[in-house]
């Protein structure tokens, strides 16, 4: 199955085929990202790190995925040091950026952003993230630690936390509907998941349940996926006060869960989460982070077309 030049914008765009493909080449990557071996699939390979937002996990994953692959990073750097601050817009500099790398991974605030740059490219576009609505390369990690921790097909799982703006949730859910999993959404009311993608899930046959209370479900699920409250998202200060506290995890409400339970976050983590969590057998976000090495080597590779 050939990826070669394929744009990475929406989990909407693959098929569980292809999903299935890339999980599997990520597999074949991790002794690669762990450094057990070399394997110089990216040499003579220039990728473009365009991130309009701040991040560290997904920016520095990726620049561990190329290099451990043989290639080379060009930065943006800071925003401000840019040409964006002299009024240049995001289809121009993707024109120009097309020009010095080989692929280009954006990150940037506005909903929709890496489809539009994705028509304006000459070169592969990873989205890394876009505004609140996609975030394919956090989803395919995720799966990658599902499949690897615990299993894909029918599995219960519970989203928590920031529904409404979390992209990493709504990309997940998406592709989660193709492994038939049993999905339980926990939020406060403010924080529900969009109603359109709930009625999206409905028509696909989905099984979706809606609960404000960790405690009613943590029993019966086989993974709990936490996000962090996004302050940064809301308009109104006072609103985020309100339900920044609602959900968290601690070891009193894990007292009762399945043995084989997995809590997952993309992090970064706030309070939502309580440290002494961390060393339980449930928490699996650290070696989620590593995962998204392997996965993110597996999508540059496949894109490019030096794997197959």
């Given at each position: 199955m050939s990826l070669k030049?394929?744009?990475?914008?929406?989990?909407k765009d693959f098929s569980r085929e292809e999903i299935d493909?890339?999980?599997d080449t990520a597999e074949r990557l991790e002794p690669v990202a762990r450094g057990e071996e070399r394997?110089?699939?990216l040499d003579g390979k220039i990728i473009?790190?365009?991130?309009?937002?701040?991040s560290t996990r997904t920016r520095m994953s990726f620049e561990a995925a190329v290099q451990r692959l043989g290639g080379k990073t060009l930065n943006l750097g800071s925003v401000e040091a840019s040409s964006v601050m002299k009024g240049e817009n995001l289809a121009d500099t993707i024109r120009v950026i097309s020009n010095y790398a080989d692929l280009i991974v954006l990150r940037h605030p506005l909903d929709g952003s890496a489809r539009m740059a994705a028509e304006f490219?000459?070169?592969p576009i990873i989205n890394g993230g876009d505004g609140s609505v996609n975030h394919p390369t956090q989803t395919f990690l995720d799966l990658y630690t599902i499949r690897?921790?615990?299993?894909l097909e029918d599995l219960k799982i519970a989203l928590a936390g920031d529904l409404k703006y979390g992209r990493t949730v709504h990309s997940l859910c998406y592709a989660l509907s193709l492994y038939e999993a049993e999905m339980t959404f926990v939020s406060p009311p403010e924080l529900r998941m969009p109603p359109d993608i709930v009625r999206d899930l409905q028509k696909m046959d989905i099984n979706i349940k809606e609960t404000d209370s960790l405690e009613r479900i943590i029993g019966d699920v086989e993974v709990l996926y936490m996000t962090r409250v996004q302050k940064e998202r809301f308009p109104d200060p006072e609103e985020y006060e309100k339900v920044k506290n609602r959900l968290k995890v601690t070891r009193d409400l894990l007292r009762n869960v399945n043995?084989?339970?997995?809590?997952l976050h993309p992090l970064p983590r706030v309070n939502e989460i309580?440290?002494?969590v961390d060393s339980t057998p449930y928490a699996c976000y650290f070696e989620q982070a590593f995962y998204g090495i392997p996965t993110r080597m597996a999508l540059l590779a496949l894109a490019m077309g030096v794997i197959e």
């Open positions: 030049n394929r744009h990475v914008i929406s989990m493909h890339i999980l394997l110089r699939l473009a790190l365009l991130f309009f937002e701040p490219a000459s070169v690897r921790e615990s299993h043995p084989n339970l997995k809590i309580s440290p002494e």
